[in-house]
């Protein structure tokens, strides 16, 4: 294990017809250490070998891998539909640049188990939240001045200050006739009238160019309620209109040649009931219908030419 040498020699020894193969060509680079580790034994004690520390050798690390393929969303991904508007799948082409609805903040997966857990050494500490109220020794030796009131209260007593002495007693059993309601009416009707109070503010109001004049969003006002009053009045008029029965008078040649075709009408169906009242016996139906329609027609025919023979006729053009 001294060197190369020794071990070609060994070889040699072993088998003059099988040379011994040199090491590869790492292998030969490697320093003599490398190879004490490689041969020597897991559990070896102590050795001479060991004396002198072998020389570490740190591997440099590799840049990252940064790959050059562009990211694209995901196909058929269902991590990019935040609500019902969207669909239940998204990118179902897979042809999208980018992704198809924005990302939601803080939609994710969540911290890694455990770190959602209270940490024992943050507990809400005393008077963390809130100051603490001092004493009322504490405020006499530094403030003394916040004890003292700020207004006192007049004394109900004579000479004030204090309560009544020992001696002293309140005036009791004092009853009065006056009647209140009528003295604080006459007082108030003697009272003389107060002067109104003028600020520059009203004054300056006076002096003002448009003071006592009626403002002009007044007129526009005024002027959209006539407008407003004459649409209602014409849709009155045009309803009114509307239900009234249009009646126009009828022109005397008008009326003439209705007579006319009235009464050559009359003659023609006065003919064929003519033609049926020959008749004795009407042994079947038709007969008995075909005399009441003739009968129906000359009564109808009679009013009508009735009717048109009078002069000033007027028609109602709603029927």
């Known amino acids: 294990f001294g060197s190369s040498s020794s071990v070609e020699r060994q070889g040699e020894s072993v088998s003059g017809r099988i040379p011994v193969l040199p090491p590869p060509p790492r292998l030969r680079e490697a320093p003599l250490s490398v190879w004490v580790e490689m041969f020597a034994p897991a559990d070896h004690g102590e050795s001479i070998y060991q004396i002198v520390p072998p020389k570490v050798y740190e591997v440099p690390k590799p840049p990252m891998h940064r790959s050059k393929v562009p990211v694209y969303p995901p196909t058929a991904s269902t991590f990019h539909a935040p609500g019902t508007s969207h669909p239940f799948m998204s990118n179902m082409a897979g042809d999208a640049l980018d992704s198809p609805v924005k990302p939601r903040s803080h939609a994710n997966f969540g911290r890694k188990p455990g770190s959602y857990k209270n ?47 020992r001696g002293e007693e309140p005036v009791t059993g004092l009853v009065t006739n006056k009647n209140f309601i009528v003295a604080n009416a006459v007082e108030v009707i003697l009272a003389p009238a107060k002067k109104p109070t003028r600020s520059s503010s009203t004054s300056d109001l006076v002096k003002n160019e448009n003071f006592g004049k009626v403002p002009k969003y007044l007129h526009r006002v005024k002027k959209d309620i006539d407008n407003e009053y004459e649409y209602i009045r014409q849709l009155q008029e045009q309803q009114f209109a509307d239900t009234q029965a249009p009646i126009t008078d009828l022109a005397e040649d008008e009326r003439l040649d209705l007579l006319e075709k009235l009464k050559a009408k009359w003659e023609k169906v006065n003919t064929d009931y003519q033609l049926e009242t020959h008749v004795t016996l009407l042994d079947s139906e038709g007969k008995v219908r075909r005399k009441e329609k003739c009968e129906a027609e000359l009564m109808q025919l009679e009013k009508d030419i009735e009717r048109l023979s009078k002069r000033n006729i007027q028609v109602d053009h709603s029927v």
Do not use: C, H, W, Y
Request: charged share 30%; proline share 13%.
């Open 119 to 165: 940490e024992p050494t943050t507990f809400m500490k005393k008077m963390s939240k809130s100051a603490s109220v001092p004493s009322l020794s504490e405020i006499r030796r530094t403030n003394p001045d916040q004890l003292k009131p700020t207004q006192l209260k007049e004394s109900r007593f004579a000479g004030g200050g204090g309560p009544p002495k």
